[in-house]
């Protein structure tokens, strides 16, 4: 049973909503639902939900646009974002505005909750990786402290959303492995199948931004062409 887990529903059609909270709910959740787009901002605004799941198309207040502010928020908050618009197009820019996961209407509801369950167990495995491998990590310019998850270049703290955290985090603790999109995209991101690698490429395209001194040209992460990115920063001697 999960009593402790609280999940906002984000969503305006009342029989999924109702289908949504009755499985969910079989499964020891905490559920509330908004049906309308402003009201779920409001309510994701409160704070404290474990997880959220997301209509794209709302009255009001889109469901990209909350899950924008969702990550703009200080605390993580897995996203699973669902939609009758099943295009690539809308699945890869709900994954690089930060959604976890994408499912199309109409969709098995048992899926939806084996893929909540997912979320859950990814969060805490990481959580107990970090826990595990917590010593702050210090390369030539570049210190990533992964508990604190703050990351300081030239003793600067750098803004990164957590899923460029967690990017950088994995990258850096594989230094001069090359890892395919595919393989961060299932590493990072949790996903096991193939379709959303270009939102890998946006994610290290706004990781150089930040971190590089001259993104076009990337002394931390390289592209290796035909097989992937590694992450080359020689340690302090």
């Not at 570049?142 to 998850?149: G, V």
């Not at 393989?183 to 949790?190: A, D, F, H, I, T």
Request: glycine content about 6%; proline content about 4%.
């Amino acid at each position: 049973m999960n009593h402790s887990k609280k999940l906002l529903i984000v969503e305006d059609d009342e029989n999924i909503a109702e289908l949504l909270q009755l499985h969910l709910r079989e499964e020891g959740y905490d559920i509330v639902h908004a049906a309308e787009g402003s009201q779920g901002l409001e309510l994701l605004k409160q704070g404290g939900w474990d997880a959220l799941i997301l209509d794209l198309m709302l009255p009001g207040v889109d469901g990209l646009e909350i899950c924008r502010h969702a990550r703009t928020m200080k605390r993580y908050t897995p996203i699973v974002m669902i939609s009758a618009r099943s295009s690539e197009t809308h699945r890869v820019l709900g994954l690089e505005l930060g959604a976890d996961d994408y499912l199309a209407k109409p969709f098995s509801m048992l899926e939806l909750v084996a893929r909540v369950k997912a979320l859950f167990r990814r969060q805490e495995a990481m959580s107990q990786n970090l826990l595990q491998d917590a010593g702050k990590l210090t390369f030539e310019r570049l210190a990533i402290d992964p508990l604190a998850r703050d990351v300081c270049l030239r003793e600067r703290s750098v803004e990164l959303t957590p899923r460029e955290f967690d990017l950088l985090w994995f990258f850096a603790r594989h230094p001069g492995k090359v890892f395919s999109r595919l393989n961060l995209l299932n590493q990072v991101w949790g996903y096991q199948h193939e379709g959303y690698e270009h939102t890998v490429n946006t994610h290290i395209n706004r990781l150089r931004i930040k971190i590089e001194d001259n993104p076009a040209e990337p002394e931390f992460i390289l592209t290796v062409w035909g097989k992937g990115y590694k992450f080359i920063a020689p340690r302090h001697e």
